[in-house]
């Protein structure tokens, strides 16, 4: 399988959903999918990592099957309100290497810091 662009992934989404007349939902609908996906991926992880196995007669969803819905629907959002994710993607990587840029121990630094 080849790697995709984020705007590829935007556009094959965009695609698909173009081709019902429902077309995207309404923002206050994707966000409650997209809070229904979040806990659904919460509940794996819990499965996974946590206390609470699963009962015999649930279904094998995944950590990586719950994750993509996760992005299928975050697309879905980003493009019903014209938003390219590659942008935003990189709005939030400056914010991050400038605002944030000392708030966490590098590892080159831990490694100075122990000798």
């Known amino acids: 399988m ?9 556009r094959e989404v965009d695609a698909y959903i173009s081709q019902f007349k ?4 309404s923002p206050l609908a994707m966000l409650a999918r997209m ?12 499965h996974s990592f946590g206390e609470k196995p699963k009962k015999n007669d649930e279904d094998d969803n995944s950590i990586e099957l719950e994750l993509g819905d996760i992005l299928f629907i975050t697309m879905c959002f980003a493009n019903s309100l014209g938003i390219d994710l590659t942008q935003a993607h990189n709005q939030v990587m400056h914010k991050f290497n400038t605002r944030d840029k000392d708030r966490w ?7 100075t810091e122990e000798q």
């Open 35 to 46: 809070s229904e996906e979040v806990g659904e991926l919460a509940r794996e992880v819990n």
């Open 2 to 10: 080849t790697e995709k662009s984020l705007a590829e992934m935007q």
């Open 22 to 25: 429902e077309g995207y939902f």
């Open 105 to 111: 121990t590098r590892i080159d630094e831990s490694s």
